[in-house]
């Protein structure tokens, strides 16, 4: 007779063997079975809506369920770095997959890497085709291998699993109340193809979409794999029913033949689209830019104020001095003078910055990757500038006298209005403190509100001479005009003089030594032709026509070989003693990935004040010594001509020029040191020694599966 334990062993039997048989043979079964591998930090299991209809779509879900809130998973396009899922299907003969159907994705920007990531559970959809013919009754199994990438904002795990479904075959069947909810995740396929066109380095692409219908905060991602910069800011504008974004071009993709991709509201809601080329419409109006109200946008007001005041004393404004001191003399008449010349020189000052600010708003609306002082990397306006100085210095010199330019002393208001322009124009290159954060912000608000904080920028740079001209008590400190003021004129073509000689070496390298030496030509030309006027001048006879008889030959010369003799230079191939590694995306990551301390500093030739940090803090004995004892990496971004991965780069950082300083400690997070360096700034910061291991990131490489 059997004992107690053989009828526990017996009973348990019959129950294992009647869970298999209703698995088997009920019609209506989706039992899932999940067999991941070991430890998964991301759980994963196959479900299946209901039985499976012979000739018809069955569809089964990835459903991923993180084990705590720190684990997120991917979008098919991972981004900057991770990889997606991949899936090894065993279906029963005849049996297709299709296409997995992901929810909206959601962004992840660490350290300048942007990652398309799910938080929390989601579900990929799958639709499976059955074939005609398969049995009306019973189940089939359906096995699946699938590997997939679990991270952290610190670590990223590989995982896989083995996971299997025994689907029921037949109508009739419970269907899985969950389902509803995944597919109402998965955004709509527009039923219009979008179009798309590559200009420059700008992906442009055409989505139709009512105008009705509001977008939050809208993002394209795209499923090519390396087309665009995941972490660019994108700029959106609507035409009618039509939705146009405006995406940075990677530079290390084929040009596709068609892109698809889905459109982002915000809140997880979104549509897929397909994109063909075509033609798509410029302007619209922007969308995304929210004004900026309260105490946010008064205290930006505050910071560009302050951002111009600060600009009168910096070194990149040292040149104009000149121009200034002659302005500030001339206003020791009459209360009526001084107030006409201090508004008219303000007017000047704002009109130029406030324009300055509209030009770069509508280069960067057209696709252009262009910041603050972008009409310094123009060749044709520096040599017009180096004309200019050139000219100034000689009237300042006292070679010849033109009454209707800036500088004469006839008090006009034109004139100060005049040397107000030329002072905002001389006075932009640089971007101080207050004044970074807020161009920076310009870029991402509405044009109005830009427009504003540009021309308050300029007010910032005119108050000193609006107080001077409005208040009685500052004007009577300054000395009253005689004799001195024309000796004083005639010193100030030192400073101006300097600053030709400046823009001389500029020309150079921006355009090479041919370049050069044709500007040296015209430059020759327009100085013989202002000297002959001088003489003339002194002489009492008509000057001005000389001027344009002798300048006139140089001039159509220069507008010919000018364009033929310029040779773009490379300036990240200039000496420096840290040995600095030429700036790119992909270059910053190897170099943090590496372990080590980077240093990285953004410069022009036209920045005065990049060319003091680097005479007083960079270039210097001391800090090589302490580069190499900490072993640091120095990379450098030369934006002396336009480099739009470096525009990119300075936007991300909320800067809109340069100099722009970062330190990066190993493991660490960014740190933007102040525009101003001292010679110890950056030996102490290599001295500190690398981050504490609590501070450690996860590796950026893509290789390694990290993000």
């Known amino acids: 007779m059997p004992g107690m334990a053989d009828f526990r062993r017996l009973a348990t039997g019959f129950a294992v063997l009647a869970v298999l048989l209703a698995a088997l043979f009920a019609p209506s079964s989706a039992f899932a079975q999940s067999i991941p591998g070991s430890n998964n930090n991301i759980q994963a299991s196959l479900i299946a809506d209901g039985p499976a209809v012979p000739g018809e779509s069955l569809t089964l879900a990835l459903l991923f369920r993180p084990n705590s809130e720190e684990w997120h998973g991917y979008w098919e396009n991972p981004g900057d770095a991770g990889y997606g899922m991949e899936l090894y299907w065993d279906l029963p003969p005849g049996w297709q997959a299709g296409q997995p159907q992901y929810p909206v994705p959601e962004r992840l920007l660490i350290s300048g890497l942007m990652n398309h990531i799910y938080e929390g559970d989601y579900a990929v959809l799958v639709p499976v085709s059955v074939p005609e013919g398969v049995p009306a009754t019973g189940s089939v199994p359906i096995d699946l291998k699938a590997q997939w990438l679990a991270c952290t904002d610190k670590i990223c795990v590989p995982e896989q699993g083995a996971l299997q479904v025994t689907v029921g075959l037949g109508q009739g069947g419970n269907q899985d109340s969950r389902f509803a909810q995944w597919r109402a995740a998965i955004p709509a396929m527009i039923d219009a193809d979008a179009a798309f066109q590559v200009s420059g380095q700008t992906l442009r692409i055409a989505v139709p979409i009512p105008h009705s219908l509001e977008l939050g905060e809208p993002h394209i991602f795209i499923e090519d794999i390396n087309l665009v910069k995941y972490a660019a800011p994108q700029v959106f504008r609507r035409a009618g029913d ?125 696709g252009e990757q262009v910041g603050w002082a972008f009409q310094l990397q123009e060749p044709a306006f520096v040599v017009a500038l180096l004309v200019l100085a050139v000219a100034i210095t000689m009237n300042l010199a006292g070679f010849f006298s033109l009454p209707s330019i800036p500088l004469t002393r006839s008090g006009e208001p034109a004139s100060a209005f005049a ?289």
């Open 242 to 366: 039509t939705l146009v974004a405006e995406i940075a071009l990677s530079g290390n993709g084929a040009k596709p033949e068609r892109i698809a991709g889905i459109l982002s509201f915000g809140g997880g809601e979104g549509v897929r689209f397909q994109a063909v080329p075509g033609a798509v419409a410029s302007g619209g109006s922007p969308v995304g830019a929210a004004p900026i109200t309260g105490t946010g946008f008064a205290l930006l007001l505050l910071a560009a104020l302050a951002g111009g005041l600060i600009l009168n004393i910096m070194p990149c404004v040292f040149p104009i001095l000149s121009l200034k001191a002659l302005s500030l003399a001339r206003a020791g008449g009459s209360e009526k003078q001084a107030r006409t010349e201090a508004v008219a020189y303000s007017a000047g000052v704002i009109l130029a910055c406030a324009a300055l600010g509209g030009v770069m708003l509508a280069l960067r609306a057209a």
């Open 419 to 707: 040397t107000g322009l030329l002072a905002a124009v001389a006075a932009t290159p640089c971007t101080g403190p207050f004044m970074a954060a807020a161009i920076g912000a310009a870029l991402l608000m509405p044009a109005a509100q830009a427009l504003l904080l540009f021309a308050v920028l300029g007010l910032g740079l005119a108050l000193p001479f609006l107080l001077i001209g409005f208040v009685p008590s500052i004007r009577r400190l300054l000395p009253s005009p005689g004799p001195w003021m024309e000796r004083f004129r005639r010193l100030m073509a030192i400073p101006m003089g300097l600053t030709a000689l400046a823009l001389i070496w500029l020309v150079s390298r921006i355009g090479g030594q041919g370049f050069a030496l044709v500007t040296m030509i015209l430059l020759f030309g327009v100085f013989a032709a202002l000297a002959v006027v001088g003489r003339l001048q002194q002489s009492g006879k008509m000057a001005w026509p000389a001027f344009g008889l002798i300048a006139a030959p140089f001039l159509i010369f220069a507008a010919f070989a000018l364009p033929a003799s310029y040779a773009e230079q490379d300036g990240q191939d200039a000496a420096s003693l840290l040995d600095p590694v030429p700036f790119s995306d992909k270059a910053l990551v190897q170099a943090r990935a590496s372990g080590r301390p980077v240093f990285i500093w953004f410069t022009a030739d036209w920045c005065l004040t990049c060319k003091v940090n680097e005479s007083v803090a960079i270039e210097r004995e001391a800090t090589r010594a302490a580069f190499a004892k900490s072993d640091v990496i120095a990379m450098r971004g030369d934006w002396t001509r336009r480099d739009p991965e470096i525009t990119e780069f300075l936007t991300r950082q909320g800067a809109a020029g340069v100099p722009l300083y970062i330190w990066y400690r190993p493991g660490g997070e960014a740190a933007v040191l102040p525009q101003v360096l001292t010679p110890e700034t950056l030996v102490i910061l290599a001295e500190e020694g690398p981050a504490p291991a609590s501070g450690t990131a996860r590796s950026t490489g893509r290789a390694a599966g990290s993000d």
